[in-house]
């Protein structure tokens, strides 16, 4: 079938066709990559809007299913931005993880921010604590005159 329009900027189905779209890719992309078991379910990715998150246990497993998301994406038309991808192992002692898209090594980071959580390396909330406070001290002292100019000392 040959599809000669799309639907126009900004339409309230563009959402919808695109998590359709991406959901087949993924599940024919990723279908027998089922290791990793999240509260007794298969977990092999976590999405939202065009953010794409892969799980694997292994630095194999990822590799592989990278280059299968890669080729089945190339056959639905889409392709990885691989200057976006991004590589995190976690782990009580962190360490590098080599992961390769078009024989390009992808860059290891110690933590990232995804959906306003911030994972670490380290499996630990030390950064996002840190974050969480800084951004309240930053709130407070925008309203501190505000907040000390109405305040009665006795």
């Given at each position: 079938?040959?599809?000669?329009?799309?639907?126009?900027?900004?339409?309230?189905?563009?959402?919808?066709?695109?998590?359709?779209?991406?959901?087949?890719?993924a599940?024919?992309?990723?279908?027998g990559?089922?290791?990793?078991?999240?509260?007794?379910?298969?977990?092999?990715?976590?999405k939202?809007?065009?953010?794409?998150?892969l799980?694997?246990?292994?630095?194999?497993?990822?590799?592989?299913?990278?280059?299968?998301?890669?080729?089945?994406?190339?056959?639905?038309?889409?392709?990885?931005?691989?200057?976006?991808?991004?590589?995190?192992?976690?782990?009580?002692?962190?360490?590098?993880?080599?992961i390769?898209?078009?024989?390009k090594?992808?860059?290891?980071?110690?933590?990232?921010?995804?959906?306003?959580?911030?994972?670490?390396?380290?499996?630990?909330?030390?950064?996002?604590?840190?974050?969480?406070?800084?951004?309240?001290?930053?709130?407070?002292?925008?309203?501190r005159?505000?907040?000390?100019?109405?305040?009665?000392?006795?």
């Amino acid at each position: 079938m040959k599809i000669g329009r799309g639907v126009r900027q900004g339409c309230c189905l563009s959402p919808i066709l695109f998590n359709l779209y991406s959901e087949c890719l993924a599940k024919e992309a990723l279908e027998g990559f089922g290791v990793l078991k999240i509260g007794g379910q298969i977990i092999h990715t976590v999405k939202y809007a065009d953010d794409l998150v892969l799980l694997a246990k292994e630095e194999k497993v990822l590799q592989d299913m990278i280059d299968k998301l890669t080729e089945i994406g190339g056959c639905y038309g889409m392709e990885m931005n691989v200057e976006k991808t991004k590589v995190l192992g976690i782990s009580r002692q962190p360490f590098p993880v080599k992961i390769m898209i078009d024989q390009k090594q992808q860059e290891n980071v110690e933590c990232f921010k995804y959906l306003g959580s911030i994972l670490t390396d380290d499996r630990r909330c030390t950064c996002e604590t840190k974050c969480g406070v800084a951004m309240a001290k930053a709130a407070f002292n925008k309203k501190r005159g505000f907040l000390l100019a109405h305040w009665t000392w006795n």
